[in-house]
């Protein structure tokens, strides 16, 4: 079955940067959009990221543009979020997603555990 496990949250001063891994099993990373989310208390659940699988194109959040990556390794079958000039307002537990397409578009059907990424001084 569709399973996404990730990992690479912690804690941060701001500036800082970590990076987010999301191992995908039950299908491969070439096949389906992976896309990243987060949600911080209190707050609705933001859409940070997304790689379509279809042309490797890429989405991201206007708070994220320009400090996030998001990558993906099919030898892996894993997807990356590099997060660089981390603030304290990325402090959020950080999920993947995915959904039986090609595309960004659409909800995802799948979740990961999510992964806290907290950014302090």
């Known amino acids: 079955q569709v399973q996404l496990v990730e990992s690479g949250g912690g804690s941060v001063r701001p500036g800082g940067s970590l990076r987010l891994s999301c191992a995908a099993s039950g299908f491969t990373v070439d096949r389906y959009a992976i896309k990243w989310f987060r949600q911080a208390p209190g707050k609705e659940r933001e859409e940070v990221s997304c790689?379509?699988?279809?042309?490797?194109?890429?989405y991201y959040a206007e708070s994220a543009k320009g400090r996030f990556t998001i990558s993906r390794d099919n030898a892996e079958n894993t997807v990356y979020l590099q997060m660089n000039s981390l603030k304290v307002e990325d402090t959020a537990v950080y999920y993947c997603a995915t959904q039986p397409s090609y595309y960004c578009e659409g909800d995802p059907d799948y979740w990961g555990q999510g992964t806290q990424v907290t950014v302090s001084s």
């Open positions: 790689i379509s699988s279809a042309d490797g194109s890429t």
